[in-house]
Each structure stands twice: as C-alpha cells, then as structure tokens.
C-alpha cells in the first residue's frame, strides 16, 4: 500500500494496458501510413515495437515520424494525455494511472516523455518489464529511475454512469486501433508486361566459332498488386515485381545434352566498378522445356524459362546490364548481351 491509500498496480494489468496502447498505436500508423513495413511507436517497447501488422520482413528506411505529422500529433496527445492525467486509453480500460512517487500527482511532459527511452533498460532480457512481480512497489527500472510509480485508479467522474461511459469511449478507441492493425482482406492482382526482345529472333547469337546456332532469347516482368482492407478502409501495398528470361532454340542447332540457362544482372557503380546482384544458372530438365512448331521464324524451337526475383534487383535500380547464356553440357552455345534494360519500369 502506498501514501494515500492507494494500491500499486498489479503486473498483468499493466502489461494489458501496454498491449491496448500498442495496438492503437499500430492501428493509427497503418491509418496514416497505410505501410506495412513502418514499424509503430510505442510507449512502452521502444526497440521492440508492437508490429503485429507488419506484412514484410524489411523495415522501412525512414521511421515512423518521418511518414506522418499526423501520427506524430497522436503520439503527443498519447503523452500529453498520460503527463496530465496519468491515463492512456489502455490505462483507462484497465483502471490503473501514472503518477509521481513523490506527491502522487500526475508525472508531467517531460518525465512522461523520459520513460519512453529509458524503458530500453527494461526491454534488456524482459527483466525490468518482469520486475514488478517481486519489486515491493511493483516499479519498473524506468519508475525507479524517474520516480514514478503505477497505481490503481480510474479517472474521478461525477457518477458512476459517467465512468462507465469515459470506460466504454476508451475501449471503443482502442478497438478500433486493434482493427486496423491487423491484416484484413487481400485482393490480388497480376499484369505482364509484353517481352521485351534481347536479341533478334531467327539470328545468329552463338559464341565465337558457333554461327550456326539459331537461338534468341526475351525478357518480361510481371508486377503483382494488392489491395489490403482493414475493417473500411482499402489502401494498396507497395507492387512486387518478378521477371521472367526465356529463351529459344532450335533443338537441330543447339545439339543434345544437359542444357541450362545462365543470367547475370549487373549495374556499373559511381566510382566506375561494377556491382553485381547475382548470377543465377538455372539447369532445364527435359519436361521443362516446351516445343513450338512452326514458330514462324522458319525454324522449330525449344523453349525453357528462367524467372528472376525483383527483389534480388531492387538495390540495382535504373537500367541494367543483362547477359544471358545457353549451355549444353557446360559449354556456351549461345548467348546474348543486352546494355540497358529497365527492372523498376516497364520494358
């Protein structure tokens, strides 16, 4: 019991208390940013923030408060509500406060604001977030650390139907928040782009002292759109791209033997060095390779299809260079160099 009969408040309260906030706060940033990748704030994570939406393992690169004026107001309010008063919305669902251990008044802004970044000390190992189970007055490190202490109370109202209205307006918010953080309906959708030709059809590509293979090879991307519901609300998700390499050959030319296709992507650097994704070799098997007959370059062909991530290209950006080979047995029969093509436009 502390000063003023007041009862420090229990452990699990607490932590549902942090997970009500956290979730209105995750739903507030999917609201304004409508991007899964940015990680919500927290008043009481910080460095563990409560992603519970996040659809993507990357992060964004710029946080939170970078995305939003909007989100960052809340964020205040949250503060200032909590500095004022000693009350969040999850505070208030819960009935328990913030106040300062030394006259069990409301902390203020600037102690509100400093437990946000010394509750790291607590996040090290769960230990200060676990420490009010044992700790006399159920404090975290950042309570001892600024004096402050969590107790039992609800927000003083004129009559109980006042409480229970204040009660019902704060669990409704905090509702609302956890609606919008999790992931609702998604609709998906595909367009392919036409091939965009590396080299021309029915010509020569061999290697030196192969001028009569017959082979030609094309490139095309495929970008895949979602749309993403929460509760009402409709917002795309960023478009993924994916591009497929196929090539063709007439089979008379090529000869027999284990084929595979190989693809480098690369990018010439600022300092003039080439930076290069990766290179990705890609064995046929037999039943992966389609015959066209006919194919109206007076020639049949073969046909084997290489997809490649646009992910793996992301970081290259612009147009790059694309060199593709086709190999029998490990030797190059035919192959191709293409200078410029656009990964992150439309070929």
């Not at 918010?173 to 367009?191: E, K, N, R």
């Not at 409709?234 to 591009?243: D, G, L, T």
């Not at 003039?272 to 194919?295: C, I, L, M």
Request: glycine residues 10%; proline residues 7%.
């Amino acid at each position: 019991m502390l000063p003023g009969g007041l009862t420090p408040a229990p452990w699990l309260r607490r932590v549902v208390a942090a997970i009500l906030d956290a979730l209105l706060l995750t739903g507030a940033t999917w609201v304004l940013v409508r991007n899964d990748d940015v990680a919500p704030p927290s008043l009481s994570l910080p460095g563990l923030p409560f992603a519970v939406a996040a659809g993507s393992s990357q992060a964004a690169d710029a946080p939170w408060w970078w995305h939003s004026p909007w989100l960052v107001l809340v964020v205040v309010v949250m503060l200032g509500l909590q500095a004022d008063t000693g009350w969040t919305p999850g505070k208030v669902v819960v009935g328990i406060r913030v106040l300062r251990e030394a006259d069990l008044r409301p902390a203020g802004f600037l102690r509100t604001l400093a437990r946000v970044p010394v509750h790291l000390v607590d996040s090290l190992l769960m230990i200060g977030y676990l420490r009010p189970l044992w700790e006399r007055k159920n404090r975290t490190f950042a309570d001892s650390a600024l004096g402050t202490v969590v107790v039992l109370g609800r927000p003083l109202t004129r009559t109980p139907s006042q409480e229970y209205a204040l009660t019902a307006v704060a669990a409704a918010v905090c509702l609302l928040g956890a609606g919008f953080a999790f992931p609702g309906g998604t609709h998906s959708g595909a367009d392919t782009t036409p091939q965009r030709q590396l080299c021309s059809f029915g010509a020569p590509v061999g290697a030196a002292g192969d001028d009569g293979v017959r082979a030609d090879v094309a490139v095309a991307r495929t970008d895949v759109s979602r749309l993403v519901q929460r509760l009402w609300l409709v917002a795309p998700e960023p478009v993924e791209h994916s591009f497929d390499v196929t090539w063709r050959w007439d089979a008379a030319t090529v000869g027999a033997g284990d084929v595979a296709i190989t693809t480098l992507v690369a990018r010439a650097g600022e300092d003039g060095t080439t930076r290069t994704s990766r290179v990705v070799e890609a064995p046929v098997a037999d039943d992966e390779v389609g015959v066209q007959r006919g194919a109206g370059r007076g020639w049949p062909s073969s046909s084997a299809t290489v997809p490649l991530s646009g992910d793996d290209y992301a970081d290259l950006g612009g147009a790059v260079r694309v060199e593709t080979a086709l190999t029998v047995d490990g030797q190059v029969v035919a192959e191709c160099s293409e200078p410029r093509v656009t990964f992150d436009a439309a070929p």
